[in-house]
Structure formats: C-alpha cells, structure tokens
C-alpha cells in the first residue's frame, strides 16, 4: 500500500528523477535496430537524449546526444545511417566514434588552441547488453547489468532464446504520449492481470476473450529481485489452445535445443508472458490476432517520464528472426490491431491509466495524513495466497495471477532506492 499521492505529487517526482532513474539500468534499443556500420537511432535516458550508433568495427557506441560546443540536441532524425554527425547551430562535426573531427572555420578562429580530442561527444556511463537488448545506466558504479537482471534472465530467456538467433525488431519503435504516471503502466504490464476482464470487457463482449471472469487469473505470478516481476498466464481450463503458444510447429525443435527443460515445461503450457523490468521497461509475449487468426508477438515498453503525470511511451515490436515471413507478417498484424497506438486494447488501457491521474491530484487524494482514507490497495492474497514451492524457476511464484505480490515488491524496491539516502549520504553527495 501507498498513498494516492505519490502518483502526481512533484515533490516525489523530483526525487525519482535522480535516486531511481539517476542509479539503474533502462532500455535504449535492441542490436537488430543497427544492422550495418553508420546505422544509428536516438533515444533517451528520462530527460538526457542518447545517440546509439552502430562503428566499423561492429560495436556499438551510445553518447550524450548533445554537441559539446554549445549544447545543442545534435541529432534529431529517429533513425538512418551517417558517417559523421554535424551540429546545426555552428557546424561541429562528429565522427561515429564521437570524436571531434570538423569546425568550422577552427584554424581561424581558435588558432592551434583548440583540442579536438578533449571536446568528444561524453560517453553514456554504463552500457551493457543482454540477448540483443541494450541498456543504458548514467552511475558509473552501477551492479552489472547480468547482477541487475538477475532472477528475470530465466524468464526473459524463453521469449528471447527460445529460437536460433532470437529475436529481431521489425519496423521502428512507435511512440505516443499519455497522461498518467509511470508506475501505474509499470504495474499494470508487470503484475495486474486483475484488470484485464473489465478493462477489456469489450473483447469479452465481442466474443474474443473468454467469459469465465478468472480467464486471466490462471497460471503463476512471480515476484523477483529487484523490482522485477513476472506473469505467466496458462490456459483457461476446457480451452483446447495448442503448446508454444501457438507457433508454428517447424519451430518446436529449436525451442527443446534452446531451452532447459524447466523452462520448456513452463513455456509448452503458456499463453501469455507479461511482466516488468523495474523501473520502466514491460514487456509483453501474448496470443492474438486479426482476422480471425491468432498469433504470437514480442513487445517490448518503456514507460518514459514526462512529469508526474505524463508518460511518452515506445513500443517495439519483435519477432523470431527463424519463423516464417507469411507468419512475422499476420503477427505484426496482431500487434497493431491489439496493442498498436490504436489498438483496441491499448486504447482501454490508456483510458484508465488517464482517469487514474485525473482522480490522484485533488484535494482530498493530497492529503498527506496518512490513514486509510488515502491508501491505495494492494492487498489482494496477502496472507491468502500461499507460494508455489514446486515451481520450477527462480523468484517468489504464486498458483494465480490474481495476486498483489509482484506489485508490492515492486513498490518495496522502489520505497529502497527513494530512501536509501538515510543509510549512505554519501551516494548523493557525489
């Protein structure tokens, strides 16, 4: 439980800006978004604009997206493919290794006073990859990102090992802005299947979805280190749903070679993998589909803050670069109808998650006299719902979905990290 207002008081917000998203590991991008030498894409950590770009030499280099003559956002394009990035307020010009190597008019009119090397673009602190996927951290004394992950690499291991040469990105990650707070989407992807049956009532109505209200409550929720968590969804009971989620059959050899047999015996029953990588990555593994044909899909979510109540997200769409064209086709269909900008079930999410806000900022949710009367609930199985001790992975598993147990550690991490100030002062005063 918290108070209501921490979701829009600026005050808390301030302070997350630097002691949660200054300390840990967020997502930049994914290796299949920079194919060839020059390839780059630009993306941010919270409010500091980054350039990924892809060297000859194959690595890839992440950098302050800002010229360091005079500050200027460097590099607006989403997306391309440069030898060399020029600033458009005096013309500075950096190569792909973020050195220094144009001014104009420099011998004029800085003589041989000027340094190139010492005006390189600035390094991201920490970057680190894990199954194709880039992170980025601005402490520089940072746990690796392999520690950071922890017991969520099981899991994450299933979407994005399952298959020779994993996973790719198709297309360019889609972006729109809502107003909410990023805990609440945060939550609501890594441990909340409980809203599922009335936020999207609608494709029960319509015959898509199940009827049995508890259709989202089968299967485990797992709560992680580190403010991870995880939910892994099976099949309502009577419903004929076939094993991997239904991928093509010509695949399941690679997922018994690619997998352990734990993870195959939990994946062969699962129809959906959805859960979050604190603080704002979630990611989503489901079943669906379009015009009567289901599929399944990888999305990966950042939940980029804006302020206390605006969220700016990106949403990429992944799919096993082994499976066939015809198939990465009808699935990217499955997302955009689903879970795209527009989609059906995002437009309901988006809708709550703004009332949600809306309801957070008044007078009587600001009141700081801490009571039930301003407590939000998160209660559910709390001394009712015992652990699974015969599950199979790693983390704290619970036989339901219909739990609060991954959202209370996740808040539980997130109350550490906001007050671990009164156990080393000396972290902040750096």
Not at 268 to 291: A, D, M, Q, Y
Request: glycine residues 8%.
């Amino acid at each position: 439980m918290f108070p209501q207002w921490i979701l829009t008081d600026p005050d808390i917000y301030a302070l997350e800006v630097d002691r949660i998203f200054g300390y840990t590991w967020q997502y930049l991008g994914h290796e299949s978004e920079l194919k060839e030498p020059g390839d780059y894409v630009t993306r941010w950590l919270l409010d500091d604009p980054v350039l990924l770009i892809k060297n000859k030499q194959g690595e890839i280099n992440a950098f302050l997206n800002s010229c360091t003559h005079r500050g200027t956002h460097l590099c607006t394009a989403d997306s391309g493919n440069k030898k060399a990035f020029t600033c458009p307020f005096h013309g500075w010009t950096f190569n792909t290794e973020g050195e220094l190597i144009g001014v104009v008019a420099g011998d004029k009119v800085y003589g041989q006073k000027l340094n190139k090397k010492e005006w390189s673009l600035r390094k991201i602190p920490r970057v680190e990859t894990y199954k194709g996927m880039i992170f980025g951290n601005m402490d520089k004394n940072a746990m690796s990102l392999d520690e950071y992950l922890g017991e969520l690499k099981w899991y994450l291991d299933i979407i994005l090992g399952r298959s020779d040469g994993g996973m790719e990105v198709k297309g360019g990650p889609q972006r729109w802005v809502v107003n909410t707070n990023w805990k609440l989407t945060a939550e609501n992807f890594g441990g909340d299947p409980y809203h599922v049956a009335t936020t999207h009532r609608s494709t029960v109505e319509l015959g898509i979805s199940p009827k049995d209200p508890l259709y989202s409550s089968y299967g485990h929720q797992v709560k992680l280190n580190h403010g991870h968590c995880v939910n892994v969804s099976t099949v309502v009971p009577g419903l004929n749903m076939p094993p991997y989620q239904g991928l093509p059959k010509e695949m399941w050899p690679m997922f018994e070679r690619n997998l352990s047999k734990e993870q195959l015996e939990v994946y062969k029953k699962t129809t959906v993998i959805v859960g979050s990588c604190f603080p704002n990555l979630s990611f989503h593994c489901p079943v669906h589909g379009s015009e009567g044909h289901l599929h399944n899909y990888l999305t990966l979510r950042i939940w980029r803050p804006m302020g206390p109540d605006k969220i700016e997200i990106w949403s990429w769409f992944l799919i096993d670069k082994a499976a066939p064209e015809a198939y990465k086709m009808d699935s990217y269909k499955g997302y955009v109808a689903s879970f795209g900008p527009s989609g059906t079930l995002e437009a309901d999410d988006t809708e709550i998650w703004t009332r949600v806000v809306q309801a957070s900022k008044g007078r009587m949710a600001r009141d700081k006299d801490l009571s039930y009367n301003n407590l939000l609930n998160y209660m559910m199985g709390m001394d009712e719902v015992l652990p699974d001790e015969s599950w199979p992975g790693p983390g704290v598993a619970y036989p339901t979905c219909y739990v609060d147990a991954a959202l209370r550690g996740m808040h539980d991490y997130w109350l550490e990290l906001m007050t671990s100030d009164l156990k080393d002062d000396s972290k902040w005063n750096d």
